[in-house]
């Protein structure tokens, strides 16, 4: 039969330029060898507003599809227990959305968003208007408790929100 054979004509950059260790000679830079003004301006105008908390909760034993989680239920014993200051304004179920569900509470200064996926997820959307830390931490830990031994925690992200391209927390908490 026909062969059809492939010669490459030209080679660029196939090869890499071996250097002994005594021709090696890099150029360091330090930082202050490069301007800084934009990124230091946009430190100085950003304003961190909240914190956004995102929690992803899996079940921990799959085989229990048969206990569903009234996530209405525990987002209401977290947010309305007595050692919180969430203050709930509102809360609206949706089941009505695939296999699970969706609540949504508004609060004084925070709103939740909470997703079941009908099966072993759990989605939750925290946002408040502090921007510390400890109350995800107290949300998280009060969620946990309440949802039951089913679930734990598998992803956990936490970033400040605010306006002019935000990127620190205020209080200087990297957590």
């Not at 026909?2 to 005594?22: A, C, I, N, R, W």
């Not at 507003?49 to 599809?65: A, I, K, N, P, T």
Request: aromatic share 8%; hydrophobic share 35%.
């Amino acid at each position: 039969g026909d062969t059809f054979m492939v010669k490459p004509s030209v080679l660029q950059g196939g090869t890499l330029t071996y250097l002994e260790d005594h021709e090696f000679n890099p150029t360091m830079f330090s930082q202050s060898d490069y301007d800084l003004s934009a990124g230091k301006q946009q430190l100085k105008d950003q304003v961190a507003l909240g914190r956004q908390s995102v929690f992803q909760l899996g079940r921990s034993d799959s085989s229990h599809h048969d206990n569903s989680p009234n996530i209405a239920s525990v987002l209401s014993t977290v947010l309305e227990g007595d050692d919180t200051d969430f203050n709930v304004e509102s809360m609206r179920v949706y089941d009505d959305v695939g296999d699970g569900v969706v609540v949504v509470a508004r609060c004084e200064k925070a709103t939740v968003v909470a997703v079941w996926d009908g099966r072993d997820n759990i989605l939750v959307n925290l946002f408040q208007c502090d921007q510390q830390r400890l109350g995800a931490d107290y949300f998280l830990t009060s969620f946990m408790q309440a949802i039951g031994e089913d679930w734990s925690k598998e992803l956990r992200d936490d970033m400040p929100r605010g306006t002019n391209k935000v990127i620190n927390f205020s209080s200087g908490d990297p957590k």
